[in-house]
């Protein structure tokens, strides 16, 4: 007997999914538990639909806890109701999603169905389609070699219980030239595709841990979409405040630094990369930089040069997401506006919030390319 | 699900024994009902909020997820649940260790006790289980009828509702029969209005005019009121709309649902602290004093301190709940109360002051029965219990966007437990005109006290409230300290400030840093 609740709980899913009940998407929050199995540290996605009411926001709000502290000690963030819930985890910062429950696939798969993205044309050797051969099929003619045992041996029966030629008492079974039967191949077509993706990140004083978070988020997604796309990906960070340089995928995350801010400095970095390591004619090139878009006034001009002359010839998509940050957001997503109309490889996000993500992605993605 | 008893018997027994324990400490209770599940079982009934045959929604599955997701990987888990009805129905986790299940019968015992005795349940039905089972096939039977996601989709715009009630409606009868005669023309020919007959030089001395035209005045207003729709701000919007929404039949039943699981549910939220802090009472009274075996010790001390434990930030209302509990006991065994205690300045005197007068037992009965989780603070919190238990109240900065902690003085932490209480911790709103403008418009009202609204969920609040009033809707509200009319006329949504008042200055803006 099918439970009551799977009813609800299947409904529940469909609306996740999108795929009914477009009203609430908006809704849902892609929170997530982080759990234990076996030692190890697990993301438990957890997508919740809020029912909007009458509600207070967090403005004036306020509540009464318990424990040690002084008076301004930050006891949680806004967003995490700290008056509310059980107490289950997921205020760990920076801890990296390490196993879902649900597969990549499937997750690409919601994702891609969730934000309607068009799938990926990649571009470069994706058309020097390489040619393997298969064994898959079988035929009635073919070198003694590759006779296929088991299927000849099985029509010589077929024919002799046909013919009434087959004795149980003695079962030889002795096949004819008609009976023999041939393994054959198909050539397979094996498009060879190769993506990196450049992640480069402002980590000056005015991006924040939550500004981080959803960049963290943001780029999860993105590589999640990416690797559904392609058979391998690679990934590589670069941070940058005044200076940039290239980093593990741990480092990226959690640094921060307290300097200035020139964004050229990243495009030249990874410029170099792209040319040192990753040939336009090979690979699909994607650059995401996110930034809060406070930039060192000068310097915008030669970001743009950099971006026009020697990132966007050679990438699939330059993406720019502008997070906003507790001290305001800058002027550079408006600078690429005015710089670059209408170019087909660049797209640009504005993040106001976690909320914001899901439309983000969809603006990064969305062209398919 | 069966409801009769198939509780094994060594269960059985454990339960005879400790409604033993609970009737002789006086608690007095609903017949119990318990039933052994599985933890998927429990998720379900706890999804669908201890009600297995309740109507269908997407929302019962969210929770169920959650719940199951939370259970596997080894969050959380719920320990007991108990149903307030008559029998009362409580449900036992089938892996538990018989620790567990005593220590949980214990604590069911104290909500039934509670449920049974407290003002606040006093009018909930006690025959919930049969009525959710009844709104659960009235719903399906619309589902069939109409469409599963017609009915479906119109019960998420109920539940973007549900919250405004009153919840103090059930105690209070508003409206009176009308009356069966009409004196208002016999009322209006000594009309208060009318002037009394005179000779023209004593006029002005027989029928002051300044009183004649305050009379006019106050007619007129009475007139005014007579026409006003409602009369009075009305706060259970819900039944405004049930009465006055252009509905047809199966949405008005759906509504009318919708608000009595809102009702039944409603004392649970007024009286959370009061009610976990009752059944933890008597849960950790019967198994300390009774039944614990000394084997049981340590995993008793375990999970019990599990349920009490607190996290920085956070309120553990079963916590608060049980140690104001034991604070009034103690206090009241001691005469630690009245005006000769409280005028006394000596913190010293104060500490030992124990007239021996035993009345603690006797009192947090007294306590259980009539109040609620707001006069429970208001009444028993003290100075001494918020510095001995930590407390602090916190507050929302809103440039760093965090919560911190605000202070440590008593005054402010009741006030802020008082609001986080009230309303159950919602706003509170009022239908101020349901013929706005004369057009049929609703008008509500938010009763602004300190907090503003969130502003995209009151917007699409309205979004849902349009779907049932089907005229443009309204909602004054108070946005960064200025009075301003949200409203949705069906297609667009419009923010329109009013002549208000500013009651703060705006920020200044913090200086960038890059």
Not at chain 1, 265 to 285: R, T
Not at chain 1, 310 to 317: G, H, R, V
Not at chain 2, 265 to 282: D, L, R, V, Y
Request: with cysteine.
């Amino acid at each position: 007997m099918v439970r009551k609740i799977e009813r609800d709980a299947n409904r529940f899913k469909q609306i996740v999914r999108g795929k009914i009940k477009a009203d609430l998407r908006k809704y849902i929050t892609h929170g997530e538990m982080i759990g234990k199995t076996g030692g190890e540290f697990v993301s438990i996605p957890l997508p919740q639909i809020q029912i909007p009411e009458f509600r207070y926001g967090p403005k004036g709000g306020g509540g009464v806890g318990q424990g040690p502290g002084d008076v301004g000690t930050p006891i949680g963030r806004s967003g995490d109701d700290p008056s509310q819930g059980e107490g289950a985890a997921g205020d760990s910062p920076g801890q990296h999603i390490l196993e879902v429950e649900l597969t990549m696939d499937e997750l690409a798969e919601i994702l891609g169905e969730g934000l309607a993205l068009p799938r990926i044309q990649p571009k470069g050797r994706a058309n020097i389609v390489e040619e393997k051969d298969k064994y898959t099929g079988i035929r009635q003619a073919g070198p003694e070699s590759l006779r296929h045992f088991k299927r000849t041996y099985k029509k010589a029966l077929k024919r002799q219980i046909a013919s009434n030629t087959y004795n149980p008492a003695d079962p030889l079974v002795i096949p004819v030239r008609e009976d023999k039967l041939y393994r054959s191949w198909n050539p397979i077509s094996l498009p060879h595709t190769n993506a990196v993706v450049l992640y480069l990140m402002d980590v000056s004083g005015s991006m924040t841990d939550d500004q981080k978070e959803i960049v963290r988020i943001e780029a999860f997604w993105i590589d999640t979409w990416l690797r559904s796309q392609y058979d391998g990906v690679t990934t590589r960070y670069i941070i940058h405040d005044a200076v940039a340089r290239e980093v593990d995928q741990h480092t990226f995350y959690h640094t921060r630094e307290s300097g200035g801010t020139r964004i050229s400095s990243a495009y030249n970095l990874a410029n170099k990369i792209i040319e040192a390591d990753h040939p336009p004619a090979d690979w699909n090139i994607y650059v995401l930089h996110f930034s809060d878009g406070d930039n060192w006034g000068e310097d915008n001009r030669q970001c743009i040069a950099t971006l026009r002359d020697s990132i966007l010839p050679k990438c699939n998509l330059f993406g720019y997401g502008q997070v906003e940050s507790p001290y305001g957001s800058g002027e550079f997503y408006r600078e690429l506006e005015e710089a670059f109309e209408d170019v087909p490889n660049l797209a640009l996000s504005e993040i106001r919030n976690k909320d914001g993500i899901y439309d983000s992605i969809k603006e990064f993605l969305g062209r398919g390319r | 699900m069966s409801t009769e008893h198939n509780l094994p018997a060594d269960l059985r027994a454990l339960q005879v024994e400790i409604e033993g324990h609970a009737r002789e400490f006086g608690l007095d209770f609903y017949d119990t009902v318990f039933e052994v599940l599985d933890y998927d079982e429990l998720s379900e009934i706890a999804a669908l909020g201890g009600f297995p045959t309740r109507y269908p929604h997407w929302r019962f599955g969210m929770e169920y997820e959650q719940l199951s997701k939370g259970y596997r990987y080894g969050l959380q888990k719920i320990y007991e649940m108990v149903i307030n009805n008559d029998p009362c129905y409580a449900y036992l986790l089938r892996c538990n260790q018989r620790v567990d299940q005593k220590l949980v019968m214990a604590h069911v015992y104290g909500h039934n006790d509670f449920f049974k005795n407290n003002v606040w349940f006093s009018q909930t039905s006690r025959k919930m289980m049969d009525e959710t089972a009844n709104h659960g096939n009235r719903i399906r039977s619309a589902m069939e009828r109409h469409g599963e996601e017609t009915v479906e989709s119109f019960i998420d715009s109920c539940l973007s509702l549900e919250n405004l009630i009153d919840i103090y409606s059930p105690f209070i009868k508003r409206r009176g029969t009308p009356d069966r005669y009409d004196f208002s023309a016999a009322g209006e020919a000594e009309g208060v209005g009318r002037k009394f007959r005179s000779k023209d030089y004593m006029d002005s001395y027989v029928n002051p005019p300044e009183y004649l035209k305050e009379m006019a005045r106050r007619e007129e207003a009475e007139a005014q009121k007579a026409r006003q729709f409602p009369e009075q701000p009305e706060r259970d919007v819900m039944l405004f709309l049930l009465e006055h929404a252009p509905l047809n039949a199966w949405q008005r039943d759906v509504l009318d649902i919708v608000r009595q699981e809102a009702y039944y549910f409603a004392p649970q939220g007024q009286t959370k602290i009061m009610n976990e802090g009752w059944a933890s009472f008597w849960h950790s009274t019967i198994m300390t004093t009774r039944t614990l075996e000394p084997s049981e010790l340590v995993d008793y001390a375990d999970h019990h301190s599990g349920t009490m434990a607190t996290q920085p930030g956070r309120l553990n209302p079963y916590k608060l709940g049980i140690e104001l509990f034991r604070d009034i006991e103690e206090r009241w065994d001691r005469g630690q109360f009245g005006p000769e205690y409280d005028e006394c300045e000596n913190s010293e005197v104060k500490r030992r002051w124990d007239k021996k007068l035993g009345l603690g037992r006797k009192k947090i009965f007294e306590v259980r029965s009539i109040y609620n989780d707001v006069t429970f603070i208001d009444t028993f919190l003290t100075p001494e219990f918020c510095r001995r238990h930590g407390l602090f109240s916190f507050k929302h900065n809103d440039l760093s966007e965090t919560y911190e902690i605000e202070s440590r003085e008593f005054k402010k932490i009741k006030e802020r437990l008082l609001f986080g209480l009230t309303n159950f911790g919602q706003p509170i709103i009022r239908v101020k005109d349901g013929n706005h403008r004369n057009r049929g418009e609703m008008y509500l009202l938010h009763e602004h006290f300190g907090a503003d609204l969130k502003l995209d969920h009151a917007q699409d609040t309205l979004r849902h409230l349009h779907r049932l009033w089907t005229r443009p809707v309204h909602l004054e509200t108070i946005i960064d300290g200025r009075a301003n009319l949200l409203s949705f006329d069906g297609s667009e949504h419009s923010v329109r400030p009013l002549g208000g008042i500013s009651h703060e200055q705006p920020e200044p803006r913090p200086v960038r840093r890059g």
